[in-house]
């Protein structure tokens, strides 16, 4: 099982920047950021493969960029220009292979943003 550990939330005004952290025993194959926003369904914001393979949620797109340091087994989340919507819990998790569905979770860091 591979452990993870956010970081790096909290309240923001629309408009501003955030940078989420996530701390990974080890790197699996897809490392990606989710979040939960009230009364909503989890939804996949950002994952990034090993070999460099990036998807985006539409809704983020050319406002957040994720990024992987295999080296110090880390995931970034940068969050520009953020909005009341992008409120919500932000998970990181692991998928270990490509047809697998993400299978390791973190804890979740809160990420408010006031309009």
């Known amino acids: 099982q591979v452990q993870l550990v956010e970081s790096g939330g909290g309240l923001v005004q629309a408009g501003g920047s955030l940078r989420l952290s996530c701390a990974a025993s080890?790197?699996?194959?897809?490392m990606g950021w989710h979040r939960q926003g009230p009364g909503k369904e989890r939804e996949l914001v950002a994952s990034v493969s090993s070999g460099g393979s990036i998807y985006y949620a539409d809704s983020v797109k050319g406002r957040f960029t994720i990024s992987r340091d295999d080296a110090k087994n880390t995931l970034d989340l940068r969050m520009n220009s953020l909005k009341p919507e992008d409120t919500g819990m932000y998970y990181c998790?692991?998928?270990?292979?490509?047809?697998?569905?993400?299978?390791?979770w973190g804890q979740g860091t809160q990420v408010t943003v006031s309009s």
């Open positions: 080890v790197m699996m194959f897809s």
């Open positions: 998790a692991a998928r270990h292979t490509a047809d697998m569905k993400y299978t390791d």
